[in-house]
């Protein structure tokens, strides 16, 4: 029994003439997804993409999982191949789908028949298949709303494919269409969460990571760095900079008013992480920001935050709540790393009493206290620690 995966694409069924550049690039970032499990052929066939295993001991289950969680894909299936004459398919749909069918109480057949020179038309293939599984399925009825599962049969030029119901896909563009963004990437919730939703809209992500060795601990990078394995799951590799962030820190904390700390902070990483941003060719900046959350998430914040650099910067979870965002973190496995108590730098001398209403003039006067900052800068940025996470 012949298996593929049948692969439906979302977002770039709206696509124009440029429509085939964005279906290449998902094949090979499902090529890059699996290829480790043995070898595949890719045939674009209108809307669907198959995959079709090379190799009989090919983990099918292993490959409809990460297949699962690329971007661009709307819904896939595991279908069965078959001759295409109707007793063929009568056969096929029994056995092939016969667990299924079994645990079910309700069904309906779907037919859609490409080949138009097959002798039954689509309408004909639904009422006589499902006519013969009623049959056979004591245990099911019919039910066209609202079924537990829905068989469907394609007819295509050269075979016939049965298969049942849809896995819901990662949905977006596929990785790596729209150009590519540094994530400043802490060990908290709402990071990975910003990286994941700018990954969904086919952002390659490369990340930047901020640790003050002694004040935090090689734990704190060890979960950062899971996180960021969580996210590569969907995203693909990122290649990522680990920032020695302590020198900054403490001449802030030195130099500069308290209520100042955390805003000249997020500057400086911000100037740091633009510069490593621009080596990897990224064109923007992506942070888990969200409005009101912290102090340092004011909208006067904010912008003084984003006059420290000249690259645009997405802030996807803006306009979420925390339970939103928590939402987000447990559909991609990132919550329970997220809220080990392991410390990151954003800890590090915070403000008992943060300025939420910072004006520019008086942060730039603040930070102009700092010695030596544009060496301190260009020193973090030398010394930044790279790490490719796959």
Known sequence: MKEIILIKNGELALKGLNRSSFEDILIKNMKKRIRDLGEFTFTKSQ?????????????????VDRISKVFGIAALSRACVCEKDFDS??????????????????????????????????????????????????????DVHNPDIIVTVE?????????????????????????????LISGGIDSPVA????????????????????????????????????????????????????EI????????????????????????????????????LIT???????????????????????????????????EEIIAVSRKIN??????QPYEDCCTVFTPKHPKTRPHIDDVLAAEAQIKNLDIMIETAVSNAKKVIIK
């Open 195 to 246: 990286a994941y939703m700018m990954a969904k809209r086919g952002i390659e992500l490369c990340a930047i990571h901020f640790a003050s060795p002694p004040y935090t601990s090689e734990l704190a990078e060890m979960k950062v760095m899971e996180l960021l394995k969580r996210v590569a799951e969907y995203s693909g590799v990122i290649t990522t900079y680990v920032v020695k962030f302590t």
């Open 288 to 322: 888990g920001e969200s409005v009101g959350q912290v102090a340092s998430q004011t909208m006067y914040a904010l912008a003084c935050t984003d006059c420290a650099v000249d690259m645009p910067v997405f802030r996807p979870c803006i306009g979420m709540d925390k």
């Open 155 to 183: 007819v295509r030029d050269k075979y016939a494919f049965v298969r049942g119901n849809n896995i819901k896909g990662a949905g977006g563009m596929p990785t790596g269409t729209s150009g590519r963004a540094g994530i």
């Open 47 to 63: 809307s669907t993409i198959m995959v079709d295993p090379v190799d009989d001991d090919i983990d099918l289950d292993d490959a």
């Open 89 to 142: 398919i009568k056969k096929t749909a029994q056995s092939y789908l016969k667990e299924q069918l079994e645990d079910a109480k309700t069904f309906k057949v779907e037919a859609k028949r490409s080949d138009k020179k097959f002798p039954m038309k689509s309408p004909e293939i639904s009422r006589e298949l499902g006519g013969y599984l009623l049959s056979k399925f004591k245990n099911l009825k019919v």
């Open 334 to 339: 990132t919550f329970e790393t997220s809220i």
């Open 249 to 284: 820190q403490e001449a802030i904390r030195d130099f500069c008013p308290e209520e100042y700390f955390t805003v000249i902070m997020r500057r400086v990483m911000m100037m740091i992480a633009e510069r490593l941003a621009k080596f990897q060719n990224c064109s923007a």
